[in-house]
């Protein structure tokens, strides 16, 4: 019975079945709510209540990752990687009083996590030719996208109380964006040496993203599809022969403009 429901648990997170779609995009889902929820109350005075919001996300959180490293192939080497050791950081930081919500943004890393899964790749071609058609182009602006908020993120946690200029997310945000595209306002800087690292972090790992993301817009969009011969996995969608060997290839085409 144990291994029975071990392996229902392991098939929801990486099985081909419709039931770990749904899952897959509902713990989705769960996360963009969660960091949503993070991200409002830094606009309010946090009291009581949002104490115990906190405790049941955190609750919820550690129920999901203790199902998940139960159900494991390698335990030891999902608890002790960098995605295990952030959900831990996250649950903790969400359970314990003296931390209040901390190191709850580390939630966004989990959503990086399910979008780069070879099951949830293969479940968004299938079910988004869009997706298919622009996925270099869309994986890239997610990345760019979380980089930002775990920035901003880290910004607003280590300045705020500590530097009057930033007060919520949004001026965190702001700082961010301004800094990474190297606009470089002056309007709000950060206090301390770590607040200058941090800065050099977001402008030098920033603008390598973006430019990344400017690079796949502009660039004519590919097909992914391996050569059965040569291996050679990027075409034209309209590619008859790989450009490398020459092999006849036979690229699905949903016949989309």
Request: with cysteine; aromatic share 10%.
């Amino acid at each position: 019975m144990s291994n029975s429901l071990r392996q229902s648990i392991r098939d929801l997170y990486e099985g081909p079945k419709p039931a770990s779609d749904r899952f897959r995009y509902a713990l989705v889902a769960f996360d963009l709510l969660t960091v949503g929820y993070l991200v409002a109350t830094s606009f309010v005075t946090r009291g009581g209540q949002a104490e115990t919001i906190d405790t049941a996300i955190g609750s919820l959180i550690l129920i999901e990752v203790t199902l998940r490293l139960w159900a494991s192939s390698n335990l030891r080497r999902d608890l002790v990687s960098f995605w295990g050791l952030a959900d831990v950081a996250v649950v903790v930081s969400l359970l314990a009083p003296i931390w209040g919500e901390g190191l709850a943004f580390l939630r966004v890393l989990r959503i990086f996590r399910i979008l780069h899964s070879k099951e949830t790749l293969v479940q968004l071609r299938a079910d988004f030719p869009q997706f298919r058609r622009h996925e270099t182009a869309i994986r890239a602006a997610v990345n760019l996208a979380i980089f930002v908020f775990i920035m901003t993120a880290l910004v607003y946690e280590s300045q705020v109380g500590r530097n009057d200029r930033i007060v919520n997310y949004v001026d965190a945000m702001y700082f961010t964006v301004t800094t990474l595209s190297t606009t470089g306002y002056g309007d709000i800087t950060l206090v301390g040496n770590s607040g200058k690292i941090l800065a050099v972090v977001i402008m030098v790992f920033g603008i390598s993203l973006f430019l990344r993301l400017v690079q796949v817009v502009l660039r004519p969009p590919k097909a992914e599809f391996p050569c059965p011969t040569c291996g050679l996995r990027r075409h034209d969608h309209d590619a008859v022969h790989c450009k490398a060997c020459g092999r006849v290839l036979n690229i699905p085409d949903d016949g989309l403009d």
